[in-house]
């Protein structure tokens, strides 16, 4: 299984960033797809995740500003972020959970005061 993320970067507090992660490699489509982040000395923490029938889950971080969505039929999940805060800067890692759990490489997601 491949998961390849794209959109990280660098943005100024108070905009948006979109991130994209497209899943391959399996022949069937992922029950669970999603989004978690990991700072500088923190722990690896949830963001966002949505099931293949459209079920959400959000981390209480990023509620209400965040909005994750998936295209089935391309594997692939989006996370739609907005008002970002210098406190959003992270690794953003892609997950997918088919019978076990897959990571992507992650994507840098850097937000400026």
């Known amino acids: 299984v491949r998961l390849v993320e794209s959109g990280g970067g660098l943005v100024q507090a108070g905009k948006s960033l979109r991130l994209s992660c497209a899943a391959s490699?399996?022949?069937?489509?992922?029950?669970?797809m999603g989004w978690y982040r990991q700072a500088p000395g923190n722990r690896r923490e949830l963001v966002a995740t949505?099931?293949?029938?459209?079920?959400?889950n959000y981390g209480d971080s990023v509620n209400g500003r965040f909005t994750i969505s998936r295209d089935n039929a391309k594997d692939t999940v989006y996370l739609q972020m907005n008002s970002l805060t210098p406190e959003d800067t992270a690794v953003y890692y892609c997950?997918?959970?088919?019978?076990?759990?897959?990571w992507g490489q992650g994507t840098q997601v850097t937000v400026s005061s």
């Open positions: 997950y997918a959970h088919y019978v076990s759990d897959y």
């Open positions: 490699g399996y022949s069937l489509s992922p029950n669970t």
């Open positions: 949505i099931t293949s029938s459209g079920g959400t």
